[in-house]
């Protein structure tokens, strides 16, 4: 069964930079797949931040695109997020997921989710 | 504001069908065969209900049904239970630079 789990630091202060870790277990991520982070603001939707397929290439949302850096490390089976220059506007929590094969859109996968809030 | 409009809430009696609409551009929903539908409980991850306009994952009620119709997409849940009370979020494609869009997400209240 696949299984994601996210890890972060829960609370940061403005200004930082914030990372998040995705483990993935019953699956390899060297396997022909894409992953991605999406995060939801509380009591908010959801928004899409940026996609990486399992050989390194990458997408991501141009809104975000300056701020963030999503890698994948084969080795430990992870795919992690980097965001920078984080303020209030980024509390939220943050969700990595698997997507459908030959989909462009779809995450089939999810992990539980992290919050993380940004403050001093 | 979401790049993908959704109703904001949708109501119905057990038993009842329920529909709710997804509506985008020609280059999201109206351009491509890629739409998905999630479910979202209070506190838990959204799940994967129908991706690709029509299709569904294994293990999802056949209670769940996805279409479109030009730039408008649409979930179909039929015979309304309790437990289906929701948000709902849909998903597309897009062919400008944001790749994916979601929808505003749409409450569902089972009376």
């Known amino acids: 069964q696949v299984r994601l789990q996210e890890s972060g630091p829960g609370l940061v202060k403005p200004s930082e930079t914030l990372s998040l870790t995705c483990a993935v277990s019953g699956y390899s991520i060297s396997s022909d797949s894409h992953w991605g982070w999406i995060r939801q603001p509380p009591g908010k939707g959801l928004e899409w931040i940026a996609n990486?397929?399992?050989?390194?290439?990458?997408n991501y949302n141009p809104s975000l695109k300056s701020r963030v850096t999503i890698s994948i490390d084969t080795s430990k089976n992870q795919v992690s997020l980097k965001l920078i220059s984080v303020t209030a506007a980024d509390t939220a929590v943050y969700y990595c997921?698997?997507?459908?094969?030959?989909?462009?859109?779809?995450?089939?996968?999810w992990g539980p989710g992290t919050m993380v809030t940004v403050s001093s | 504001q979401s790049a993908l409009t959704q109703p904001a809430s949708v109501s119905g009696s057990p038993g009842q069908p329920i529909t709710i609409s997804c509506t985008g551009t020609?280059?999201?929903?109206?351009?491509?065969?890629?739409v998905s539908w999630y479910q979202q409980h209070p506190g838990k991850a959204p799940k994967l209900l129908i991706y690709?306009?029509?299709n569904r994952p294994s293990g999802v009620s056949n209670r769940f049904s996805g279409s479109k119709s030009g730039n408008t997409a649409s979930l179909t849940i039929s015979g309304l239970q309790a437990e289906d009370e929701a948000d709902y979020y849909c998903?597309?494609?897009?062919?400008?630079?944001?790749?994916?869009?979601f929808g505003g997400g749409t409450k569902l209240t089972v009376l």
């Open positions: 997921a698997r997507r459908v094969a030959y989909s462009l859109d779809a995450f089939d996968i």
């Open positions: 998903s597309s494609y897009t062919s400008t630079s944001t790749l994916v869009v």
């Open positions: 690709d306009v029509t």
């Open positions: 990486i397929f399992h050989s390194g290439g990458t």
């Open positions: 020609r280059n999201d929903v109206g351009g491509y065969n890629y």
